[in-house]
Antibody, heavy 119, light 110 residues
Framework: QVQLVQSGAEVQKPGASVKISCRAS????????LHWVRQAPGQSLEWMGW????????KYAQRFQGRVTFTRDTSATTAYMELSSLRTEDTAMYYC????????????WGQGTLVTVPS | QSALTQPASVSGSPGQSITISCTGT?????????VSWYQQHPGKAPKLIMY???RRPSGVSSRFSGSKSGNTASLTISGLQDEDESDYYC??????????FGGGTRLTVL
């Protein structure tokens, strides 16, 4: 079945970087964009951007520009999200989600990766 | 990039109907029929329950329905059940290949 499996929880110091993986299975990896969404504790979902797994093109939400990088390894059917210059407010659950363009939906979602940046 | 506006909380008794609104602008909700809704139970990933405003994925109960008028989309749950108690998020395409989520609504079944 179509599935996204993310890497495990991370604890990183302020100023460091974190790189999360999202391994896809059950479908043709290059055919679908993967989006990244984060959720701070007790907060709402926040869209971060996406990567076209076919050509590697990316789009980042304005507030993350310059601090986030999406990459992918098509041979490993895995996408990556790297967030740099970590701050305590980056503590959140990070999700990857597959976008179906038309009709338009995010499904499935990865199980989430908790990133903790202690003060 | 401001989030779509949802009520922080709604509540209803079993069997009743509730509606959750999701207000955006002409650049997102009002401009496209790309509104989707997600249900999220505590500690779980979001689950798709509605897409393209009013289309239900296979396996989602017909008690869930969606609509849109102008810049406001709505999710209605009829015949409330205990298992509907959850957080609900709307999401819309917002031009220039960006997307935006709502602030989320906590549904309490009384």
């Amino acid at each position: 079945q179509v599935q996204l499996v993310q890497s495990g929880a991370e604890v990183q110091k302020p100023g460091a970087s974190v790189k999360i993986s999202c391994r896809a299975s059950g479908y043709t990896f290059p055919a679908y964009d993967l989006h990244w969404v984060r959720q701070a504790p007790g907060q709402s979902l926040e869209w971060m951007g996406w990567i076209n797994n076919g050509n590697g093109n990316t789009k980042y939400a304005q507030r993350f520009q310059g601090r986030v990088t999406f990459t992918r390894d098509t041979s490993a059917t895995t996408a990556y999200m790297e967030l740099s210059s970590l701050r305590t407010e980056d503590t959140a659950m990070y999700y990857c989600a597959r976008l179906n363009w038309n009709p338009n939906w995010f499904d499935p979602w990865g199980q989430g990766t908790l990133v903790t940046v202690p003060s | 990039q401001s989030a779509l506006t949802q009520p922080a909380s709604v509540s209803g008794s079993p069997g009743q109907s509730i509606t959750i609104s999701c207000t955006g602008t002409g650049s997102d909700v009002g401009g496209y029929n790309y509104v989707s809704w997600y249900q999220q139970h505590p500690g779980k990933a979001p689950k798709l329950i509605m897409y393209d405003v009013n289309r239900r994925p296979s396996g989602v109960s017909s008690r869930f329905s969606g609509s849109k008028s102008g810049n406001t989309a709505s999710l209605t749950i009829s015949g409330l059940q205990d298992e509907d108690e959850s957080d609900y998020y709307c999401c819309s395409y917002r031009s220039s290949d960006t997307w935006v989520f709502g602030g989320g609504t906590r549904l309490t079944v009384l």
